[in-house]
């Protein structure tokens, strides 16, 4: 059986890239070491392997159903979604007292890899719980954190977002669900919200909504959106289920991957209203939303790189295995067949798996550890600096991995030939789940606006510069190891930096659709800046640990990795020279196209 993943790169990642046993000298995280971050990483594999990777292709050939009373599912994913929370897994950042492993994010993260890359969607049930409840522990009350999040944590309780509605889709300023404060203080929900992940099913006890609402009254637009505790079930003052609330399930959506999880229409207050719980201020909502936004776009992100991880490592395992015709070197008809593996094109094919991959997994990673270091770093100046290169890169960790990850699962269907596509091998489905991520929590095109729009200008520009002086500094500190390679990324820094002002002033010059009308070409062309950036640093510490390994699978491992920097640079950078050209001037040629000429 092909691995999951690489259990050597996690490994690597955890403490060799981020250096996670530094953590335990920070408070929170002092009752940890690392024993208890192999025992968690170890658990989790076991969990993957056991539980989920048994039950992934009838996930995916079975389904969700509803039959007008109840969603039906295979009762396996139960049991393994139950053995994730009982394992501790399902709340493994959060406190001690609210039951949880107060784990640092970057270790729980890589821990969740091997789920996310058997589970694939499944998981989301457990991910945008955790979501749910860390925003309400940020922005809700006591009270509330009590009566909805511990259950949450404990595992009886799910939670969703429901943000998505028939008319408004992304157009969040156009949503029309309404709110009016009832008798007891508390609001009555009415409206219709789509594509909500996992908003009803028979896993849990209760399903705790959060949902975007307008008070009456409110502003127009995004200023006057409210956010809203709904639960499926109203719960008594001793923590039972009482009735139902006015939440019903209006049918379930059936998309081309990611099978594991309900897509659902969700209808609020068809008799009267739902009982809603206004979190915080009235017309703050969205950005409390965001909380769970931004979280749930690097959980997208990381699933992107998992299934791109396991697509790689599967697809590996078949090229090493599998023989088929000759080297053209070879002109002996009489000699053995090789195994795949040989071919220099596979071997391309492999190695470009290798880079996207490897890279999107290390920079998910890096956004968890920043989230630590944001929360947990021992001085404010680093917890600020943390929070701020966070923020700044969240559409890229979401975005790169979300593009790249589908191309690795498009390569590892390639490499397997016709056996890639057909469904007695996981392949395909890999691809299938993957391309749900680049629509999740946002496109790709929205990403771009949030980028160059929005966290580029921002606070005068401080997270962008913030980016850019990090990379601008392991191309120093590595100049002498990699001469070609930090020279080539410094060119590259400067080169975004010179279109990235280009861009600035052009939009106090011209139509600002123009302006944006190539925005995903820059989002990309970031994108390859970091993971070269990123690439980098993978080099760096693998040149340092040659210098003194001498086990032959530890040297192959980090020859592997150097291969992959060289590979990037070479065949992925070198792509942001052209991005640069047609960002710089402008191009119109997509923006001056007309609805006629289609």
Known sequence: MAPIISQRDVEFMVYEFFNCEALTQRERYAEHNRETFDATIDIARRIAEDQFLPIQMKLDMN??????????????????????????????????????????????????????????????FIGLTNANANLISEHGTPEQIEKWVVPMREGRFAGTMAMTEPSAGSGLADLTTSAVRDEDGNYR???NKIFISGGDHELNDNIVHLVLARIKGA??????????????????????????????????????????????????GEDGGAVGYLVGEENKGLSYMFHMMNEARILVGTGAACTALTGYQYSLDYAKERPQGRLLSNKDPLSKPVNIIQHPDVRRMLLAQKAYSEGAFALCLYGSALYD??????????RSRASLLLDFLTPIIKTWPSEYGPKANDLAIQVMGGHGYMNEHPVEMFYRDNRLNPIHEGTTGIQSLDLLGRKVPMNQMAGYQATLTVMRDLAAEVATTFPKESADLLAAIEELDEVTMTLLKQMGEHPIDLVFANSVEYLEMFGNVVLAWIWLRQGAISQEALATESHEDEQNFYRG??????????????????????????NATTFEMQEAWF
Do not use: C
């Open 219 to 268: 502003p127009a637009g995004i200023k006057g959106i409210s956010l809203f505790i709904v639960p499926k079930y109203m719960v008594n003052e001793d923590g039972s289920l009482g009735d139902k609330n006015d939440v019903n399930l209006a049918g379930l959506w059936h998309k081309m991957g990611g099978r594991g999880h309900t897509s659902t229409t969700l209808a609020f």
């Open 373 to 382: 270091d944001s929360q947990t770093a021992p001085t404010e100046a680093e």
């Open 189 to 191: 929900i009415t409206g």
């Open 561 to 586: 990795k150097l291969q992959a920097m060289k590979f990037f640079f070479e065949y992925q950078l070198i792509k942001n020279a052209t991005s640069a050209k047609l960002l710089k001037s402008l």
């Open 63 to 124: 389904q969700p159903t509803f039959d007008g009373e109840r969603v039906h599912m295979i009762p396996e994913l139960k049991v393994a979604l139950d053995t994730v929370v009982e394992s501790g897994l399902g709340a493994s950042t959060a406190d001690f007292e609210l039951g949880g492993m107060q784990l640092p994010n970057v270790v729980a993260s890589a821990a969740y890899a091997y789920l996310s890359a058997a589970g694939s969607t499944a998981l989301g």
